[in-house]
């Protein structure tokens, strides 16, 4: 089995998401593909510098690594929205399950910033699990049943 994990040093969703992937790697036995992808068309002020996000990737293969997790990482820097990228990048990898960590951003954020996670839930060709950070707390607009007074 093959898990991704869409990778963002700067989000803690991703690092929730990371650890999730450890868990399930040792439940199935499974290898662990961490992925950080650039998007060269967009305002980059988001995303980290290539020598950072290579730093970060590095940290996170020795750190599975020391847990005995199979483990890769891959910077992806191939001209293509991240979304998008990671897509392609799931089908060429034969992915079984994505990862991703999930941040609440204003309705104005996703029409011009998109949404990757959106994207991977949409068009990835496996499953998708999904996880936020519990500093996001409760979203009224999904229904959330909790009435604090």
């Known amino acids: 089995m093959k898990i991704l994990v869409p990778f963002n040093n ?3 969703s991703s690092r929730l998401a990371l650890d999730l992937a450890k868990e399930h790697a040792r439940s ?9 992808s650039a998007d060269p068309t967009k305002n980059e002020k988001d995303l980290p510098p290539k020598e950072e996000a290579e730093k970060a990737l590095s940290e996170v293969e020795n750190e599975l690594e020391q847990t005995g997790i199979p483990c890769s ?6 001209g293509y929205s991240r979304g ?3 897509v392609l990048f799931a089908r060429e990898k ?3 399950e994505i990862i991703v960590g999930v941040e609440k951003k204003s309705r104005v954020g996703k029409f ?3 949404s990757v996670a959106q994207h991977l839930i949409l068009k990835a060709p496996c ?8 500093q996001e707390g409760q979203d009224i607009y999904l229904g959330s049943t909790s009435m604090e007074s």
Request: hydrophobic share 45%; proline share 6%; aromatic share 6%.
């Open 10 to 12: 700067r989000s803690s």
């Open 28 to 36: 199935y036995e499974a290898e662990v593909l961490v992925a950080t």
């Open 73 to 78: 990482t891959h910077l992806l820097i191939r």
């Open 84 to 86: 998008e990228d990671l």
């Open 94 to 96: 034969e992915v079984d």
């Open 112 to 114: 011009f910033l998109g």
């Open 127 to 134: 499953p998708v699990v999904s996880v936020k950070s519990p």
